[in-house]
């Protein structure tokens, strides 16, 4: 590489991995801090679930990439598995994306409909 470039990449890397790390850090002592009934983990809980809702509505109403050349069906059906899953598994989250996933991959490969 060119002169010091090598360090320069290296430092940006170690750089963004401590500050990655230091928010992490603040969170462990400060969420040991926090009880679970509080006012403000239920409000930090329900932004969360805002924000995965609006992502998922982006991804489902404007999709891009390969995601945009699938039939919005198959991608309102996807989210229907999830959700039916999610709340049949008392709000299990990695159930529900698991099966809105699964769903939504047999769809693309079984379907008649090419993609």
């Keep these: 590489m060119v002169d010091g470039l090598d360090w320069k990449l290296w430092g940006i890397v170690l750089l963004c991995g401590i500050t990655t790390y230091v928010w992490r850090a603040l969170a462990v002592v400060i969420g040991g801090r926090v009880s679970p009934e509080s006012e403000s983990f239920k ?23 390969l995601l945009a050349e699938a039939p919005l069906s198959y991608r309102l059906i996807g989210i229907g598995a999830a959700v039916a899953v999610f709340f049949g598994l008392k709000r299990n989250l990695a159930g529900g994306v698991f099966a809105g996933v699964t769903v939504f991959a047999l769809l693309i490969v079984f379907a008649d409909t090419p993609v």
């Design 43 to 65: 409000l930090f809980s329900c932004i969360a679930y805002a924000m995965l809702a609006g992502l998922i509505s982006r991804m489902v109403i404007l999709p891009e990439g």
